[in-house]
């Protein structure tokens, strides 16, 4: 059965509905193939490459799962 983002990448799902944004693809501006932002800028962004998108979703959840706690903010997933 299929999931859900929410249930695949809770921690995502909950930074874009409370936070900011997250971009995917590469650019002009950016090679890395995910980058996580709030309105003051840059939280975090992945390397140029994954194995696929879900290992480089993984590395963004987790990425921001640590921000979130290193935050304090008690309602995150």
């Known amino acids: 059965m299929a999931r859900s983002f929410t249930e695949l990448y809770p921690n995502l799902a909950y930074w874009v509905e409370s936070f900011g944004w997250i971009e995917l693809g590469q650019d002009d501006y ?8 709030d309105e003051g800028g840059m939280i975090w962004e992945s390397k140029e490459r994954h194995d696929n998108l879900d290992a480089a979703l993984q590395d963004a959840e987790a990425a921001i799962a640590d921000w979130l706690k290193k935050a304090g903010i008690e309602d995150a997933p």
């Open 30 to 37: 950016s090679r890395s193939l995910i980058r996580i932002l």
